[in-house]
């Protein structure tokens, strides 16, 4: 089956998080796309029981196109710690526990990993692109690098402060948010998306 082209001129950011929305609308101001983020519609937050990223990003963008009648697109990503085997992975979130409290999150990964002098680690982003009829079409990105011990930076989110991309002296908590997004698992895996399913306006 062909990739589906995204023609409509309306789209549902199926996300609570405002980092997430944030990075998402910029990527897609250049199709102009008029976009509206879940929270923003008060669309309800679906359990994300999926074994894999693809798995939660399908589960969240089939339930905010059902339930607002528009396309949706949905990202769910996290970080992936070598020596952790791949944790906390699609539990990134859940280690911030029901605060979302992510400096609780990044205490956990260093306590997890004291024990090991340099630790690998990468980010990985899957989106989902669903319509109302079910159609979904689904990407995956990544971006590798290393841990770093104790955070630095305040810009960004979730465990950006503590992780520094292969070849760069920065954490993406201490980038600019441009430059972040640019080299970013997120944009990664958009430029697959754009690729298959969108065109400039």
Not at 30 to 39: E, I, R
């Amino acid at each position: 089956m062909s990739t589906r082209l995204f023609t409509e001129d309306r789209l549902v950011i199926a996300s609570h998080n405002t980092g997430k929305v944030r990075e998402i609308a910029a990527l897609l101001e250049p199709f102009g796309v008029d976009v509206a983020s879940a929270a923003s519609m008060d669309l309800p937050e679906p359990e994300e029981t999926g074994d894999t990223f693809i798995d939660n990003a399908v589960i969240k963008a089939q339930a905010s196109a059902q339930a607002s009648g528009m396309p949706a697109l949905s990202d769910d990503s996290g970080l992936c710690v070598d020596v952790l085997g791949g944790a906390p992975g699609v539990f990134s979130a859940r280690w911030a526990g029901p605060d979302k409290d992510f400096d609780v999150a990044m205490q956990k990964v260093m306590e997890a990993t004291a024990d090991f002098e340099t630790c690998k680690a990468h980010f990985v982003c899957a989106l989902a692109l669903c319509w109302p009829d079910g159609r979904t079409e689904t990407f995956e990105g990544y971006v590798h690098g290393q841990l770093v011990w104790p955070p630095r930076g305040n810009q960004g989110f979730g465990y950006d402060p503590m992780f520094e991309p292969e070849g760069h002296p920065l954490t993406f908590g201490e980038m600019d948010p441009a430059k972040k997004t640019a080299m970013s698992h997120r944009s990664d895996a958009f430029r697959k998306l754009v690729a298959r399913c969108f065109q400039p306006a």
